[in-house]
Nanobody, 123 residues
Framework: QVQLVESGGGLVQAGGSLRLSCAASGRASSSYAMGWFRQAPGKGREAVAVIGVSGAYTHYADSVKGRFTISRDNGKNTVYLQMNSLKVEDTAVYYC????????????????WGQGTQVTVSS
């Protein structure tokens, strides 16, 4: 079992920045690919950014490329999502997830999920 706890969400004006954190605990949590996903009201869950076990491989949704950066600190069992130049359309609940397969996790199919953190971007 892997437990995931997100933090760092909140309200920010368009153009601003936020950094989300996801603290992982449990069996071999550093052996999982990790990712951030979001779900806006009335929409499906989409993959925002995914990172491999070592951090060498990353994947971003086209809508966030150049604005968001995913990183991980395996010593702290924590994954981060730095979000810059935020837009109103980035408003959503953001979830952290862990998966054994980087490729599968990119399709928003994680093995473990956090409870989510709300990000609201105002105009």
């Amino acid at each position: 079992q892997v437990q995931l706890v997100e933090s760092g969400g909140g309200l920010v004006q368009a153009g601003g920045s936020l950094r989300l954190s996801c603290a992982a605990s449990g069996r071999a949590s550093s052996s999982y690919a990790m990712g951030w996903f979001r779900q806006a009201p009335g929409k499906g869950r989409e993959a925002v950014a995914v990172i491999g076990v070592s951090g060498a491989y990353t994947h971003y949704a086209d809508s966030v490329k150049g604005r968001f950066t995913i990183s991980r600190d395996n010593g702290k069992n924590t994954v981060y999502l730095q979000m810059n130049s935020l837009k109103v359309e980035d408003t959503a609940v953001y979830y952290c997830a862990a998966g054994l397969s980087f490729v599968v996790l990119r399709t928003a199919k994680g093995d473990y999920w956090g409870q989510g953190t709300q990000v609201t971007v105002s105009s």
